[in-house]
Antibody, heavy 120, light 110 residues
Framework: QVQLVQSGAEVKKPGSSVKVSCKASGGTFSTYTMNWVRQAPGQGLEWMGGIITIFGATDYAQRFQGRVTITADESTSTAYMELGSLRSEDTAVYYC?????????????WGQGTLVTVSS | QSALTQPASVSGSPGQSITISCSGTPSDVGGYNYVSWYQQHPGKAPKLMIYDVSKRPSGVSNRFSGSKSGNTASLTISGLQAEDEADYYCSSYTSSSTWVFGGGTKLTVL
C-alpha cells in the first residue's frame, strides 16, 4: 500500500522560508518522480515542480524558479520542498504527489497536504 | 505556462451524462497524450481518475472516460451519481517538461 505522509502545518512570517517533507512507503522510491502541487484557499491546483529521485534532476514551474528547491533523500524515502521569500499569497495547502517511471507520468498517489500560513 | 481552460461549473441530474472540456495549446494538450484528470472532494487530496488521455487507474469506475481532439481534452461522466459531485481538474505535460493544471470545474449533481 503506497503512502505519502507529509509534515505538519506551519505558520511563517513574510520573508522567511518553509521546508515541507513527504515520506514515502510501500513502493520503490528510486522509481518515483516526486511532484509538489499547491492550492491556495478556494483556488485551483498549481504545479510547483518535481524531482526525478534516482537522478536528483529537478524541473520547476517558471513562476517559482529561484524561490523553490525540491530535494530527495533516497536513504529515508523522503522528498522535501523548500519555498523561500514567503509572502501572504503563498498561504496554501502544499501537496506532494508521485509519478512512476518519468516526469511525464501521472500523479497517482498524493500526500494528505500541509497547510502553510504566511502571516505577520 | 498559462493554465488550461476549463468551465467553472457544470451540472447534471442523477443518471445523466456530463462532459467537462479542457483547452490548451500545441505545447501541452495538443502536443502530448499525457493528459490527466483529477477529482477533488472538499478538504481532500486530489484523486487520479484518468491518465494518458483515456486510461483509467485500477479501481476507478468505467463511468469515467476521457478523450482528446486537437488542443482540447474532455472528461465524460456517465450515469451521474451523487458522489460524483466534486471539483475536477485536468492536467497536461508540457514541452517545458513541466505540468500545467486547468482552473478546475465544479460539478453539481442536481
Amino acid at each position: 500500500q503506497v503512502q505519502l505522509v507529509q509534515s505538519g502545518a506551519e505558520v511563517k512570517k513574510p520573508g522567511s522560508s518553509v521546508k515541507v517533507s513527504c515520506k514515502a512507503s510501500g513502493g520503490t522510491f528510486s522509481t518515483y518522480t516526486m511532484n509538489w502541487v499547491r492550492q491556495a484557499p478556494g483556488q485551483g491546483l498549481e504545479w510547483m515542480g518535481g524531482i526525478i529521485t534516482i537522478f536528483g534532476a529537478t524541473d520547476y514551474a517558471q513562476r517559482f524558479q529561484g524561490r523553490v528547491t525540491i530535494t530527495a533523500d533516497e536513504s529515508t524515502s523522503t522528498a522535501y520542498m523548500e519555498l523561500g521569500s514567503l509572502r501572504s499569497e503563498d498561504t496554501a495547502v502544499y501537496y506532494c504527489a508521485r509519478g512512476v517511471g518519468g516526469d511525464h507520468r501521472p500523479l497517482d498517489y498524493w500526500g494528505q497536504g500541509t497547510l502553510v500560513t504566511v502571516s505577520s | 505556462q498559462s493554465a488550461l481552460t476549463q468551465p467553472a461549473s457544470v451540472s447534471g441530474s442523477p443518471g445523466q451524462s456530463i462532459t467537462i472540456s479542457c483547452s490548451g495549446t500545441p505545447s501541452d494538450v495538443g502536443g502530448y497524450n499525457y493528459v490527466s484528470w483529477y477529482q477533488q472532494h472538499p478538504g481532500k487530496a486530489p484523486k487520479l481518475m484518468i491518465y494518458d488521455v483515456s486510461k483509467r487507474p485500477s479501481g476507478v469506475s468505467n463511468r469515467f472516460s476521457g478523450s482528446k481532439s486537437g488542443n482540447t481534452a474532455s472528461l465524460t461522466i456517465s450515469g451521474l451519481q451523487a458522489e460524483d459531485e466534486a471539483d475536477y481538474y485536468c492536467s497536461s505535460y508540457t514541452s517545458s517538461s513541466t505540468w500545467v493544471f486547468g482552473g478546475g470545474t465544479k460539478l453539481t449533481v442536481l
